[in-house]
């Protein structure tokens, strides 16, 4: 395996890092100092981030920098404004900033209040899926030392620095990890995403200017300040800058949570990092980056993990949640779970959504159980075209039909054979599937 | 009735965390889930509506919306197996099928003894440890159905 | 305001309101599910898309309830890609849809049906079995909810809270096992409860009181005014063959009710279906005896001639051209009018009912009429030695039993039905509300119009004519009647 310069978890593997006083021998806060004591001011923050070419981690890969600079200034809007981070980690597939949270609350504390510093936040709220008890207490302690060593609250290191940091928790809906359903729910209502505009930079958080940000996303930002812009263009692609943490789940040999730069080949991950598909097996395909980019057959493996080569395949980076399938996958039955997941998670609002994510979901189980139309194959793209994209509110529905519209199109033999033999042919002859449980609803 | 005073005290001391009350909505249901019975029960509702000045329907409309808020006593502990593509991919049909033989309870239900109550989740973010089950609010991950009824035959 | 065009008008645009109102208002068809006029828009049913260009930016289709106005903005509703997305919206909508419309009391009315026929979406590609709900989920003495068919446009949900201001409503649970629900199946509450069956596009909510009642194709729609406060909302009064009053329902009157009637007013159509009603009657030496209207009028003209003041009471339901005539009667009598006005009824709310029930109260003061409470006029009676009862409810207001307890003062009435007792010498029937046209006069000072939604009974002429009948035989100088 070649060896790539790494930063992101480096802190992570000391042991006791998620205490104040390691994680402070081992330079967590060093760039919030620097901030503080050499009176850097927000906007050259922002400066370095933009510069530094920073796309954000949770799946969209918008630049950074450029976000922060949506907020409008404060000179001229002095309402209250805030920062809510993203750790309602959901993507299947994603399994990454819970990495960072468990094992370097300090690292990402800082890089909220950098975050904050950037866009003149007086509150972060960080929004924690409701299952992830352990990340969410390993923060919460975090926090406590931080608040009582003086890095967070009133007077930051004795500036004029105020910044407060709330944990906030989730309560399972993978809707709440897309921004506007994050900030209904923070707000405590059903998490029904907003329409856009107006945007969280000027409508946020109760109204007000707010900027979302992922738990990975932040957690860059001191590794910036301290070491520079040209620093992290060194890592990565021109247009994808910097390390990212690739988890990697299903069939390989060791499935992880893995620091790589953007631009290594999916082929490097899955046979020299993972070790290889799993019993010796081959591969069949990938998804790229969490279950709502589409798959991409095994023909794509020398495609390199980096936004524009995923984009050019058709599929998406996302979160860079690699779920790898060897030969003997049922690539219906694959997307039949996915599909359920989208149904299951639909919060309702939007027709085509909450409507076409069962639809979808009924079509796929019905080919796997070999009650499938040879027409159902290509109503399941129509379908998609129907819901995405750009069709509804927020982009669920598009989560929904991208891999869809995907497996159809690189897999499309294998439903044909579903439909021909009237059974799952992955299944030994005459058996069907256990019908274990129809729904995800856990009441 | 009313809610405890611990837990007003505490929700008291959460709403100084946000500039709206509702805001410590779900984090108080949460709690009330945990010291009150596992679920969140219509005299729940009640008291959090009465507490955060809302219409009981409006707790109820944002308690529903939530997988993680139960509406239902479950049984004295719950076993969440997830079931999404990672996990699927690493065995969680069996998994699953280990799981309500051990406990005797049937998805999304509960053992007649009312000891377990299993569900299946969708994506917990443990996919790099897949497949994996949580037991009572904590995560168990890299299960073998073996693995899994030891674990299972251990609780109390 | 903002210049605009849409379908190549230019047009001036409210610019704080979103795009599908400047379309509706320009005759521009936009269907429509969650939107309502009256709400706050969620643009959560997709259905109002148009197409949309600005500036040197591409055609870009959007769904109309979310989009501001915005100066030069180009919008073609017509547009075949915003028709060929509404109907892949439609297709969604319609698929868990039971299309019971033969059963279906919104059929004939239903925003769901009426489009999906418009959009040839007669027949849908879902193979999948359909959402089985509760199809019959009562929400209290007022509305049925019929889960199957809500689309979730939460239209129900927004309205109790941004109208009455009462949550009661929720959708419940989330994606496609999203529900309607009260509060662990309360009933509802409230004098509003009705409107929910207005605001509903489909017929997942409909009034218990018009359950199969009849097909809204047969009915007879009319304009009129509530009378059941002084409020006087604007409405529709909806007639089955020409018999049958079987709606009340609010119609948009931007200064009066926007879009509201309470459910007082609603259900009060009941009260117009009473069967029995007179026409005229007179006392002979047998008693009170069915009479044509001319014999009726001249007892009643023999009674009141010569007679010293007569007292004149007018119903608070007295329409303003009726008080006219009622005040050409009493100058001729030289005598004073006056009108009952009841008890407050306690409805009173913050948002429609005045809790005053008495249309016309406003009008008959304008007009000089004297309020008397229901005990001042039948004490004024008591010492009276005849008098004029006049207008739909009258003999109710002042208590028909106190009345027919007392052989005087000796009195005419004009009202729907005749008073039983020794006291009565002429009854002349008189048409109901929704059987005359005449104004009211609200609250606020605006008139509010009742036109004719079903004739009156055979041979019941308006009360405007029967008192300028009375009028003119009681005139010293008139000619004898013709």
Not at chain 1, 70 to 90: C, G, H, I, Q, T
Not at chain 1, 123 to 148: C, D, S, T
Not at chain 1, 196 to 209: N, S
Not at chain 3, 291 to 310: D, N, V
């Amino acid at each position: 395996m070649s060896q790539h310069p790494t930063y992101l978890l480096d802190r992570a593997k000391i042991e006791g890092a998620h205490t104040l006083a390691v994680a402070q021998k081992h330079g967590a806060y060093e760039a919030l100092r620097k901030i503080l004591k050499e009176g850097i001011t927000y906007a050259q923050v922002i400066q370095v981030v933009k510069d530094s070419g920073l796309r954000g981690r949770g799946g969209a890969g918008f630049p950074t920098g450029m976000k922060w600079s949506f907020m409008p200034d404060p000179a001229k809007d002095p309402r209250p404004r805030y920062l809510a981070v993203n750790a309602d980690e959901s993507e299947p597939g994603t399994c990454k900033d819970r990495v960072l949270m468990e094992q370097d609350p300090h690292g990402f504390i800082e890089g909220c209040l950098v975050a904050a510093y950037a866009i003149r936040a007086q509150a972060v709220y960080i929004y924690v899926r409701g299952e992830y008890r352990h990340p969410y207490n390993r923060v919460f302690q975090a926090l406590a030392e931080a608040r009582k060593a003086g890095l967070v609250g009133k007077r930051i290191l004795g500036s004029d620095f105020d910044c407060e940091v709330w944990m906030h928790k989730g309560a399972g809906a993978y809707i709440c990890g897309e921004e506007t359903g994050l900030m209904e729910s923070l707000e405590g209502k059903r998490g029904h995403p907003r329409p856009k505009p107006p945007f969280p930079a000027m409508f946020g958080l109760w109204g007000q200017p707010t900027t979302v940000n992922n738990v990975e996303t932040v957690f860059n930002a001191p590794f910036i300040v301290n070491r520079g812009a040209a620093w992290f263009q060194s890592m990565g692609t021109k247009t994808s800058t910097g390390n990212l943490l690739v988890g990697v789940s299903g069939h390989v040999n060791r499935p992880g949570v893995y620091e790589l730069p953007f631009g290594v080949s999916c082929r490097e991950i899955v046979e020299d990092v993972c070790g290889g598909v799993w019993k010796g097996k081959r591969l069949k395909g990938f998804f790229p980056g969490g279950s709502s980019t589409g798959v991409l057959p095994a023909s794509f493996l020398d495609t390199k993990l980096e936004h524009d080569a995923i984009k050019a395949t058709g599929s998406m980076l996302g979160t860079a949640a690699m779920i790898v399938m060897d030969e003997d996958t049922c690539m219906v039955r694959a997307h039949e779970i996915i599909a359920r997941f989208y149904e299951h998670e639909s919060c309702g609002q939007c027709s085509q959504c909450r409507e076409g994510t069962q639809w979808l979901h009924q079509i796929f189980r019905r080919i796997e159980n070999g009650e499938g139309r040879h027409e159902d194959i290509d109503m399941l793209v129509t379908l998609s075209q129907g819901m995405a994209p750009g069709k509804t509110i927020c982009a669920l529905s598009d989560a929904a039909a991208i891999p869809t519209l995907a497996v159809v199109k690189h897999f499309r033999s294998e439903f044909q054979e579903h439909v021909e033999k009237g059974a799952c042919p992955h299944l030994p002859a005459g058996t069907r599937r256990p019908v274990l449980a129809g729904h995800g609803a856990a009441h | 009735m009313a809610l405890p005073q611990n837990l007003v005290a505490e929700f008291n001391e959460l709403l100084t965390h946000y500039p709206h009350k509702q805001a410590a909505l779900i984090p108080a249901l949460h709690r009330c889930q945990e010291e009150l019975g596992g679920w969140i029960s219509p005299q729940t509702m009640e008291d959090c509506a009465a507490f955060f000045g809302l219409e009981p329907v409006e707790v109820y409309g944002v308690a529903s919306f939530y997988p993680m808020f139960r509406m239902r006593p479950p049984g004295k502990h719950v076993v969440s197996v997830c079931h999404n593509i990672s996990c699927a991919l690493r065995g969680s049909d069996e998994l699953l099928a280990k799981v309500c033989e051990v406990t005797g309870a049937p998805v999304h239900g509960t053992s007649a003894d009312g000891r377990f109550s299993v569900n299946t989740v969708e994506c917990q973010g443990a996919c790099a440890n897949a497949p994996m089950f949580d037991l009572d609010g904590v995560y168990h991950e890299d299960l073998t159905p073996e693995k899994a009824a030891r674990i299972l035959g251990e609780v109390k | 305001m903002t210049k605009i065009t849409i379908n190549g008008r230019s047009i001036e645009a409210d610019p704080t309101k979103p795009l599908i109102h400047a379309c509706h208002a320009n005759g521009a068809e936009v269907p429509m599910y969650c939107y309502h006029p009256g709400l706050s828009p969620v643009g959560s049913c997709r259905i109002c898309q148009v197409e949309v260009q600005q500036g040197t930016g591409p055609a870009r289709v959007v769904v109309a309830c979310r989009t501001p106005v915005a100066e030069g903005m180009v919008v073609n509703t017509e547009a075949p890609k915003a028709h060929e997305t509404r109907r892949e919206c439609l297709e969604f909508l319609l698929k868990n849809h039971p299309l019971d419309c033969p059963i279906c009391d919104k059929a004939g009315e239903c925003d769901l049906q009426d489009y999906a026929f418009a959009e040839n979406q007669g027949e849908g590609r879902t193979h999948e079995p359909r959402r089985k709900l509760d199809k019959r989920k009562s929400l209290g003495d007022v509305i049925v909810l019929d889960e199957e068919r809500c689309i979730l446009c939460s239209r129900c949900v927004r309205f109790m809270e941004e109208v009455p201001k009462t949550p009661q409503l929720t959708v419940s649970d989330l994606g496609s096992r999203s529900t309607i629900s009260t509060f662990m199946d309360r009933p509802l509450s409230g004098n509003y409860q009705g409107n929910l069956a207005d605001v509903c596009p489909v017929g997942a909510l409909t009034l218990k009181q018009f359950r199969f009642q009849a097909r809204v194709w047969n009915l007879k729609k009319s304009l009129s005014t509530c009378g059941e406060c002084s409020r006087g909302c604007a409405i529709t009064v909806e007639v089955l063959r020409g018999q049958d009053v079987k709606r009340f329902r609010p119609r948009y009157n931007a200064s009066v009710n926007q879009w509201w009637m309470c459910d007082t007013g609603r259900f009060s159509s009941a009260r117009h279906n009473a069967t029995e009603r007179i026409v005229a009657a007179r006392r002979t030496s047998r008693g009170l005896e069915v009479a044509g209207l001319e014999e009726a009028l001249a007892a009643a003209a023999a009674l009141l001639s010569g007679a010293p003041a007569p007292l004149i009471v007018a119903s608070p339901f007295t329409t303003q051209e009726e008080a006219k005539e009622l005040l050409a009667l009493a100058k001729v009598l030289g005598a004073a009018a006056h009108f009952v006005l009841p008890a407050p009824s306690g409805l009173k709310d913050a948002l429609l009912n005045t809790g005053e029930p008495a249309p016309n109260r406003r009008g008959l003061a304008e007009l000089g009429f004297a309020p008397l409470s229901p005990a001042e006029a039948r004490a004024k009676l008591a010492g009276a030695r005849c008098a004029v009862l006049a207008g739909e409810r009258v003999l109710e207001l002042l208590g028909r039993e106190e009345l027919a307890r007392s052989a005087s003062p000796k009195v005419v009435t004009f009202d729907t039905h005749a008073l039983e007792g020794a006291a009565a010498e002429a009854c002349i029937g008189i048409p109901e509300q929704v059987e005359k046209t005449g104004t009211w006069i609200n609250i606020d000072g605006h008139a509010g119009k009742l036109h004719v939604a079903r004739p009156a009974p055979k041979g019941v002429g308006p009360l405007t004519r029967s008192l300028q009948a009375l009028t003119r035989l009681l005139q010293p100088s008139s000619a004898p009647a013709r």
